[in-house]
């Protein structure tokens, strides 16, 4: 059983950064994408960004610019840097990974709020 933890969450004013870090029980390198995802109350579940096991990346419109999605293969981790945070940014941020098969993390919380 392949096992996604998130960590990094938390409170943040507007303007600030957070960096979001997923441990996977396996080794990255196994996975044909890593992303990340966000949910937040009465909207839909979007992806944030992805990273392929070629190193392509996307980013959705709205974080395009401030985020940066990376992994560390050494320490089997995807990274989600976040800069220039709003408001709108806050959601459960989910990571995702595909082997083709899909695995979830349990999610963190990020609130942008003065």
């Known amino acids: 059983q392949v096992q996604l933890v998130e960590s990094g969450g938390g409170l943040v004013q507007p303007g600030g950064s957070l960096r979001l870090s997923c441990a996977a029980s396996r080794s990255i390198l196994s996975f044909l994408v890593m992303a990340w995802y966000r949910q937040a109350p009465g909207k839909q579940r979007e992806l944030v960004a992805a990273i392929s096991m070629g190193s392509n990346t996307n980013y959705a419109d709205s974080v395009k610019g401030r985020f940066t999605i990376s992994r560390d293969s050494a320490k089997n981790t995807v990274a989600l840097q976040m800069n220039s945070l709003k408001p709108e940014d806050t959601a459960v941020y989910y990571c995702?990974?595909?082997?083709?098969?899909?695995?979830w993390g349990q999610g963190t919380q990020v609130t942008v709020s003065s």
């Open positions: 995702n990974a595909k082997s083709p098969k899909e695995y």
